[in-house]
Nanobody, 116 residues
């Protein structure tokens, strides 16, 4: 099991930006696929973005062109750069790690609130 710690959430005005980070424990980070999920109040958890161990990325349609997922294997960290934020992006954001399609860890979540 890998320990994951998210950071970078907060309150931002519509149109603003935030960068989330998810730091992983251990020495196998570079072999994991990493994902960012979010869960808004009263809604199901939603997959937002993912990045493979090789660096290929994918996004849910609602964030394409606004969010960018990246990873720094030297720092055992995956990032989610969020630009042009909208109120509907308000949610708790979680990261998880997959090893050969098996989930090996979840973070505790970080709150993102987009409001004027």
């Amino acid at each position: 099991q890998v320990q994951l710690v998210e950071s970078g959430g907060g309150l931002v005005q519509p149109g603003g930006s935030l960068r989330l980070a998810c730091a992983a424990s251990g020495s196998a980070f570079s072999s994991y696929a990493m994902n960012w999920y979010r869960q808004a109040p009263g809604k199901q958890r939603e997959l937002v973005a993912g990045i493979t161990s090789g660096g290929s990325t994918a996004y849910v349609d609602s964030v394409k062109g606004r969010f960018t997922i990246s990873r720094d294997n030297a720092k055992n960290t995956v990032y989610l750069q969020m630009n042009s934020l909208k109120p509907e992006d308000t949610a708790v954001y979680y990261c998880n790690a997959l090893n050969s399609l098996r989930i090996v860890g979840w973070g505790q979540g970080t709150q993102v609130t987009v409001s004027s």
